[in-house]
């Protein structure tokens, strides 16, 4: 990878790495990230999140974390204030997200975000679709997030990171993103593809763990997000991931949800290794369908 002036070129970016991904700008692996964790145009973010346990991340991030890491957490930074409606996680404000990310260094399109976690790149697949939502191109996950790192056999810090203040004023992308009401009109259109990317006991009804409503969106075909991982978390080929998308790679529009638009992130960046890009997140999924239910 070369550098262009001190920048980051996000348009040109093509990251060459060893493992299951390479030539990829959306992945980078433990090793790329070591060589380059000295880079001035790198922010790495700490993205480790528990449902069941709000504060495990920020924990586990305070004892240990990637050297010049910086941590976001998903209730506090990559979403807004639960309301009726909307889902669990709705979209974080713009403007408080722009801010957050400038205050950590980055800059709008030219600083490379590398982001991770521990939980086979849940949360870090919410922090590369809210930059590109904003108009960042230059953001990439870390394949086989933080047990990968540590397997690989790098170093790890408790200290905190210190940053020089970046600009970043977001340039949304509202195509990126459909409500309910567009989910409502489009999904039984034979061109469109609404995907589910829960577990399929989830999709099919048989138990739900968190919403008060069980079941799937009416005309819904289920994609298990983890499947675009292998058993190590590891990120699977592009032809693997090609070939997940090929019985409904033909739609002219694809929309995908979750429990709360969080899992779906991961799917998307699937689809988008896939060669398959357009496609559409529904921010409020099961979450926000179930509470009109």
Avoid at 59 to 67: G, T, V
Avoid at 259 to 277: D, F, K, P, W, Y
Wanted: glycine letters at 8%; proline letters at 5%; hydrophobic letters at 40%.
């Amino acid at each position: 990878m070369t550098k262009n002036k001190g920048q980051w070129e996000s348009k040109s970016i093509i990251w060459i790495q060893q493992g299951s991904m390479s030539n990829s700008k959306h992945i980078v692996s433990p090793q790329w990230l070591s060589e380059h964790l000295e880079d001035r145009d790198v922010v790495v973010v700490d993205c480790r999140f528990s449902l069941v346990d709000a504060d495990l991340g920020s924990r586990e991030y305070q004892e240990s974390h990637i050297p010049g890491a910086h941590y976001l957490h998903l209730n506090q930074d990559l979403a807004s204030p639960v309301n009726s409606h909307g889902g669990r996680h709705p979209l974080p404000d713009p403007a408080q997200l722009g801010e957050k990310l400038a205050s950590i260094g980055v800059n709008f399109q030219k600083t490379l975000v590398v982001a991770y976690d521990n939980s086979k790149l849940a949360f870090a697949s919410r922090l590369w679709w809210l930059l590109r939502y904003m108009g960042h191109d230059a953001v990439a996950v870390l394949d086989g997030g933080w047990s990968n790192w540590l397997q690989a056999g790098y170093p790890v810090t408790a200290e905190l990171p210190t940053a020089v203040r970046g600009e970043f004023v977001p340039q949304l992308r509202p195509e990126m993103q459909v409500d309910i009401e567009v989910v409502k009109a489009r999904k039984d259109l034979p061109e469109v593809a609404l995907v589910d990317s829960r577990e399929v006991d989830r999709f099919l009804g048989k138990y739900e763990p968190i919403d008060p409503v069980a079941g799937h969106i009416p005309g819904a075909v289920n994609y298990y997000w983890q499947e675009a991982m292998d058993s190590s978390g590891k990120v699977r080929s592009p032809e693997a991931q090609s070939q997940r998308w090929q019985d409904i790679q033909s739609a002219q529009e694809i929309i995908v949800y979750c429990g709360s638009g969080v899992t779906a992130c991961a799917n998307l960046l699937s689809l988008e290794l896939a060669g398959i890009s357009g496609a559409k997140l529904y921010p409020g999924s099961w979450s926000d369908w179930c509470s009109y239910l």
